[in-house]
């Protein structure tokens, strides 16, 4: 799959940390595990071909954490069951959570948080305010014949 991809890249070192990445999804734990300092890959990423060729590994990275999502929610994983410390069984757990994520995912228009923000500007005059208020609670009493 990937090894196609980076046969533009004749640099082993350029290679092991793309390949890692894919695995990890993390441009620091890729870099410590190829034992080479982060900023490499940004002085790399100056060089077109690497560019490409990083740009395909991040894409293939997102393919691999979407597949475990897919899995996790919809597969479902083993859960161990522990008994006074001894493993007695296992259950099988599903994500609620990444199936919603998913479906977000596949079906915005229908999954969508169904929020509408309002940004708008309010100017009250407080001493307007509270006059009206006092106005109001005035002919309230009278209305009601209330003398306090």
Known sequence: MAEKIYRLINDKKKNDFLMTYIRCGSISKAARKCKIDRTTHYQWMKNEKYARAFEKARQHAGDLLEEEA????????SQPIYYKGEKV???????????AELL????????????????ANVNINLSDAVAAARERVANAKETTGDKS
């Open 104 to 119: 977000r995912g596949a079906k915005p228009e229908v999954y969508r948080d169904n929020k509408t923000e309002v940004n």
């Open 70 to 77: 897919y899995r996790r929610a919809v597969e479902g994983y």
């Open 89 to 99: 069984g296992s259950r099988k757990v599903y994500s609620d959570y990444l199936l």
